[in-house]
């Protein structure tokens, strides 16, 4: 079964994020492992849940992908990450959403 990524990262800004999110551009590249990836800025800062098929492929995207962009935008501090095993999963065809323009 899947493993379950949630991170909390209090200094990550919306700008730093887009930077990251354009830079590393997992959505166009998809890396080897992950199937699912939400963010969002709550009030107590940037969270991100992620459903990998396993913490080894996650950390590998980390290593090779994610860390260089994050240096690249300026991220010198680092996130709160804990890994659970999924129970059960479900994901509705194609659904993918962008910022809102608010």
């Not at 200094?11 to 551009?25: D, F, G, K, L």
């Not at 992950?34 to 992620?50: C, Q």
Request: net charge negative.
């Amino acid at each position: 079964m899947a493993i379950v990524m949630q991170m909390h990262w209090p200094e990550v800004s919306r700008e730093q994020y887009e930077e990251v999110r354009r830079s590393v551009n997992w959505e166009n590249e998809q890396p080897d492992g992950g199937l699912v990836h939400v963010a969002w800025f709550g009030a107590d800062g940037f969270h991100v849940f992620d459903v990998w098929q396993s913490q080894e492929q996650f950390q590998n995207f980390v290593q090779h992908r994610l860390t260089p962009g994050t240096q690249r935008a300026g991220l010198t501090t680092a996130p709160n990450v804990r890994f659970d095993d999924a129970h059960a999963m479900f994901v509705a065809d194609a659904v993918t959403a962008s910022p809102s323009t608010r």
